[in-house]
């Protein structure tokens, strides 16, 4: 069974970072091609940025140049690193992952971003 679990959501100030991570389980995640997308209530679910099985990495226009995305295929974990946050990235952040071409969601974490 496919687990994906994030954790380092919570409140940041405008201007300020933040780091989140996503604990995979139940695939081997070399073979994975990894995301994280965000959505604010009421909204659709934004992809935020990929990282495929090569380490090739796409990130969406709307966080590019602020944001980077890595995988640890060891420690079986993908992290997004965002800087110069506005309150414009609020949102519950998901981390994804497509193996075998099933696709798999975290429960999301929530980031708040205060002005």
């Known amino acids: 069974q496919v687990q994906l679990i994030e954790s380092g959501g919570g409140l940041v100030q405008a201007g300020g970072s933040l780091s989140l991570s996503c604990s995979v389980s139940?695939?081997?995640?070399?073979?994975?091609?990894m995301a994280w997308y965000r959505q604010v209530p009421g909204k659709q679910r934004e992809f935020v940025a990929l990282?495929?099985?090569?380490?090739?990495?796409v990130v969406a226009d709307s966080v590019k140049g602020r944001a980077t995305i890595s995988r640890d295929n060891v420690a079986n974990t993908i992290s997004l690193e965002m800087n110069s946050l506005s309150p414009e990235d609020t949102a519950v952040y998901y981390c994804?992952?497509?193996?075998?071409?099933?696709?798999?969601w975290g429960q999301g974490t929530q980031v708040t971003v205060s002005s």
């Open positions: 994804n992952a497509v193996f075998n071409g099933q696709p798999s």
């Open positions: 139940g695939i081997i995640l070399t073979y994975a091609n």
């Open positions: 990282i495929s099985t090569e380490g090739l990495k």
